[in-house]
């Protein structure tokens, strides 16, 4: 069977961002595996009514890609367009497998054998999973949520084919996507229930539409790199009241987010409901100037924890104070199995370890890139990696810098593999954990996805996003094995 250099699994931005790297890096034996019938990932996905991008576009793009965006928070159309533009610009469907759904990823000592559910194996020398922390929605086991005969979907998957008009709705969750939902839909629908587990912080959202002239700017490459790193280093001092001042973090963020409700919400009863109770930061932040007057709309009704779901039946959701809706949508805004889900199929490395035994603890990884006793294989947007004031593409672009150099290491010296060592994994994830304490995502009040099942706070880097750049570009030989002979058993460390 052939051996294919790199396999990235994935086709989102993490996967395009990967291959286009390794293609200028020279290696063009890169094969993508997509599990969906088309390419592009969360933005081609996620078409929920109101999606858009809470990062703005000229940032939230990559680097060498630049586009003339119609708006500062591009909404999902212009996303799909962009990521599009950008596949067909670098080919990248021709080196696209689609419908093939990863289910496991076994290191047999010379390569990967990567097997796909249609019983197809792909054997590669590097692993590059790109499959996205955003990617496997998640739907609590609600009882008899089976007997319900209405409209269900998650937001993720929304279902177009419904129509709204007219219709009784529920949307349980109050994250990112249900603050996009709730107002796009709030005008059309009969009646809207929305169940709030706990609420989010949430920020005006300064958005904007470009003029022809600016738009035009946007093609040239210093006009884009000049607004970009204004952009940039605007986001980046959010980190000092994330981790450095939580006095700063309140006086200016929370203060901003307590005017907004007091603008927008004059319900006292309503606003006691969408007040946190936590530091601003805590969760993710929410940007809308629409969210809270559709909450407050007369046909939208808001259950907060004491009035949550008890359980379902055939013609809706009765709460937990005993009242019984009428419904015949629900609409799932309830996240993604981000953490310990991290990659959604069976990994097994060097011995046969299962990657999820490694994991048992709490997802954890050198660089959020690589991890011991799995050689060749890489993770974008790994553990620690997520960016909760910036671009996550800029972050997927740092690890570029580590990926390209390990990769590097062993293709141009003709070395079989290279694998990080477990005491620089060590010491790596235990100096994050340790910054993290310093953190409002550690000690913020709240409880989020951005924690694993063990309470650790697995999500995010704490950090600014140039200081994991800066240890992503200082690619260390002495933390890793290099293997010049290929062996089923662990290499000698004299040979890193």
């Known amino acids: 069977m052939d051996i294919t250099t790199v396999l990235v699994i994935g086709s989102g931005f993490g996967g395009q961002v990967t291959a286009i790297n390794l293609l200028r890096r020279g290696i063009t034996d890169v094969r993508i595996l997509e599990r969906r019938d088309f390419m592009g990932g969360t933005w081609c996905q996620n078409s929920y009514p109101g999606a858009a991008v809470d990062v703005p576009s000229p940032l939230y793009s990559i680097a060498s890609e630049p586009y003339p965006w119609t708006r500062m928070y591009a909404e999902q159309a212009e996303l799909r367009a962009y990521t599009e533009h950008v596949i067909d610009k670098h080919r990248l469907r ?60 998650h937001t993720n998957g929304w279902n177009h084919d419904v129509d709204l008009a007219g219709t009784r709705v529920a949307v349980v969750g109050s994250g990112a996507s249900a603050a996009q939902v709730i107002p796009a839909i709030q005008p059309e ?12 912080w949430v920020l005006p959202r300064p958005d904007r539409v470009f003029t022809p002239l600016q738009r035009r700017l946007l093609r040239l490459r210093p006009f884009q790199r000049a607004l ?33 409700i007091e603008a927008q919400v004059p319900d006292p009863e309503l606003r006691a409901k969408v007040t946190p109770g936590y530091t601003i930061g805590c969760k993710r932040i929410i ?130 593999s290279i694998e990080v060592l477990p005491e620089a994994e060590d010491a790596y994830t235990t100096h994050i ?28 880097f704490p950090g600014f996003s140039f200081s994991f750049r800066r240890l992503a570009r200082r690619f260390r030989p002495e933390h890793h094995v290099i293997s010049h002979v290929t062996s089923h058993v662990t290499p000698d460390r004299s040979t890193a």
């Open 228 to 260: 970009r790193t204004a952009i940039y280093w605007k986001l980046e001092t959010r980190v000092i009241g994330f981790k450095h001042s939580r006095r700063l973090l309140k006086r200016l963020a929370q203060r901003e987010a307590l005017r907004h």
């Open 94 to 153: 021709e080196r696209t497998v689609l419908g093939a759904e990863v289910v496991s990823a076994e290191w047999d000592g010379e390569a990967w054998c990567v097997r796909t559910a249609d019983g197809t194996v792909h054997r590669a020398r590097f692993v590059v999973n790109a499959s996205g922390p955003l990617s496997t929605p998640v739907v609590p086991p609600f009882p008899g949520l089976d007997d319900f005969a209405g409209h269900t979907f």
């Open 433 to 460: 954990h340790r910054e993290m304490e310093k953190t409002v995502w550690h000690d913020g009040g709240c409880t989020s996805w951005y924690r694993s099942r063990s309470g650790r706070v697995i999500a995010m």
């Open 287 to 416: 940007l809308s100037d629409t969210l809270y007057p559709a909450l407050g709309a007369a046909n939208t009704t808001l259950h907060d924890r004491t009035d949550g779901i008890d359980r379902f039946d055939e013609t809706g959701i009765v709460t937990a104070t005993g009242e019984h809706l009428d419904l015949d949508v629900v609409v799932f805004s309830t996240g993604y199995d981000a953490t310990d889900g991290l990659i959604p199929y069976d990994v097994r490395g060097r011995d046969g370890v299962r990657l999820g035994d490694v994991w048992h603890e709490f997802p954890r990884a050198y660089l959020g890139t690589t991890v011991p006793g799995f050689p060749n294989f890489f993770v974008v947007t790994g553990p620690n990696t997520g960016i909760g004031h910036t671009s996550a593409i800029f972050v997927i672009e740092s690890q570029m810098e580590y990926l390209l150099r390990a990769i590097g290491a062993v293709v141009d010296v003709g070395a079989a």
């Open 189 to 200: 629908v009969g009646e809207l229930h929305v169940f709030q587990r706990s609420p989010h």
